[in-house]
Each structure stands twice: as structure tokens, then as C-alpha cells.
């Protein structure tokens, strides 16, 4: 894996926004930022005329404006700038194999929810191997507040979240925030009753210590590698998707996980993913969990 960050760009407000988020978390993590942009020729059977040269010089030009932008506004950033020849989702998808993550641009709130990624962003964050971080913008700049934690979802027993906690934790080592981590818990259901469980619970002294235990065994390695870091835990009865994004309007980040794994219908976001990056406030980063 290369140590840089990669921004995908394509001439909008948004991808601009998500390139200047990209460039001032490569200055803090040390890293250089690479801005991608997707183009190929594919001539159309239709009667237009179409010069190759001429589309080929436009992707250059905005690939380069975009590159002096952000040049221009961090000084002393590492940072490259190349077209890739190829449709855009297979052009980020492969870019982000070897780079640390992967910035794209989200539009922000507007009146279909199910489109404020865009069909290449939600593509690209369900097949993604890598972290995927989505940037609101508003007029072209990212919608984060200047401080704030990097607030993180963990569910399960320890190894479920612990690529999330890992991204939340170093993220906010290089930035000098702290981490808020969060876990939703529901009741379950008559059939989920076990005595096995059941036990687990009243050992622990009940059912919210119980998840609080859960949580703050996820959270001990994780302390462990990252001493510097203060830590909050907070556990809360409901959604996860809405105690997190409850916890979301004063983050710098919402961190969750998504499962690798590919169901019977290709791969897919996951209901809590696609809540926090629908409308959460923040930029929002999606880690991959095998």
C-alpha cells in the first residue's frame, strides 16, 4: 500500500471541496495527496462530431486547474495529479487499492435522498477495499467544523469495528482530536432470549452495563496504541443509525464500518452507512470490515 491520499475530482464545487478536505488530511497524516480524474474516449454511434483531442484536452485542463487550486491554498503539500483512462468507478476503485483512502464529493442535502452521493459515489463505497470518506460541500468548501471529535459507530464483539476504531483512532492522532465512540444497542426480541445470554447480561449487572463492557472491551486496544488520544464512550438505546447521527452535528468526522463481504446481490453500503452518509453533517468515512 502507497502511504498517499487519493482525491477523485471531476470539475464540480463538490469534488473541489472533497480534494481541499483530502489535502489537509494529507498534511496531517504526512502524506502526499494524488488528484484523480476519470476520463476515456468512447466515440458514440451517432451523427455528432467528436474530436478526441479536444475532449481529451478538456479532462486535462480541469484536472490541472483543480491541482494549482489546491496547490495554491496548501503550501508545502506533496501532491500529483493524473487522468486516468478509464469509466469513473473503475478508475477510483483501482486508485484507491494502494493509497490510504479515497476522497469523493457528496452534494449535500437536496430533495432525493437516494441521490446525494450520486450512482458512481455509492458504487464506488460498496466495492471500495480501502476507506471511502464522502465531503459535503457548501459552495465548494467542505461542511466541517474546525474542531470537534471524530466520532465512531462500534457494534458486535471487539474484531467487528475494529478496522472503524482503528481509521477513528488515527485519524484523530494526526489531527490532535479526541475519538467520541458510540454504541446502539436494542432490546431483543422474545426469541433472542437465551440462558447463555442471559447470564452474560446479569453477570455484567444488567443490559446496559453489559454493552458498556462490550464497548469499552472494543475500545482498550485501541486506547492501548493511541495513549494520547482522550476517548469518550457513550451507549444508547435504539437505531444506530440515528443514535449516530444524534452524536454527528459537532464531529469533524462520523467514522462506521461496512462488511466486505458481497451478498447474493453485489456489494452493498449497509443501512447504517447509508444513514450517516444520506445525512449526516460531517464528512463521513466508510471502512471496509472483512
Known amino acids: 500500500m502507497s502511504r498517499e491520499i487519493v482525491a477523485g475530482v471531476d470539475g464540480s464545487p463538490e469534488s473541489l471541496a472533497a480534494a481541499d478536505w483530502a489535502a489537509r488530511e494529507a498534511l496531517h497524516r504526512g502524506v502526499p ?57 473503475a478508475a477510483l476503485l483501482a486508485a484507491q487499492e494502494r493509497a490510504e483512502m479515497l476522497v469523493i464529493g457528496s452534494r449535500g442535502h437536496g430533495p432525493v435522498a437516494g441521490f446525494l452521493l450520486g450512482s458512481y459515489g455509492q458504487q464506488v463505497i460498496a466495492a471500495a477495499t480501502r476507506p471511502v470518506v464522502a465531503v459535503r460541500s457548501r459552495d465548494g468548501e467542505p461542511s466541517e467544523p474546525p474542531t470537534g471529535p471524530v466520532l465512531v459507530g462500534q457494534h458486535g464483539d471487539a474484531e467487528d469495528s475494529a478496522a472503524a476504531l482503528g481509521f477513528a483512532f488515527e485519524t484523530a ?28 447480561a446479569d453477570e455484567a449487572g444488567g443490559l446496559v452495563p453489559y454493552e458498556e463492557k462490550a464497548l469499552g472491551e472494543a475500545l482498550a486496544p485501541w486506547r492501548e496504541r493511541y495513549p494520547d488520544v482522550p476517548v469518550s464512550e457513550h451507549v444508547e438505546l435504539g437505531n444506530a443509525g440515528q443514535v449516530l447521527l444524534s452524536s454527528s452535528g459537532a464531529a469533524q468526522l462520523l467514522v462506521v464500518g461496512r462488511r466486505a463481504r458481497r451478498g447474493a446481490i453485489g456489494p452493498r453500503i449497509g443501512s447504517v452507512a447509508h444513514a450517516a452518509l444520506h445525512l449526516a453533517p460531517c464528512p463521513v468515512a466508510v471502512v471496509p470490515q472483512d
Do not use: C, F, N
Open 173 to 200: 492522532a494526526a489531527r490532535g482530536a479526541s475519538v467520541r465512540a458510540v454504541r446502539a444497542w436494542s432490546l431483543p426480541s422474545l426469541y433472542a432470549y437465551s440462558p447463555a445470554s442471559m447470564r452474560l
Open 33 to 89: 495527496l494524488r488528484l484523480a480524474h476519470a476520463w476515456r474516449w468512447e466515440p458514440l454511434d451517432l451523427p455528432l462530431v467528436q474530436e478526441r483531442a479536444t475532449q481529451e484536452s478538456a479532462a486535462e485542463a480541469l484536472l490541472r486547474e483543480a491541482e494549482a487550486t489546491i496547490a495554491g491554498r496548501h503550501p508545502g503539500l506533496e501532491l500529483r495529479a493524473d487522468v486516468l483512462p478509464d469509466t469513473p468507478v
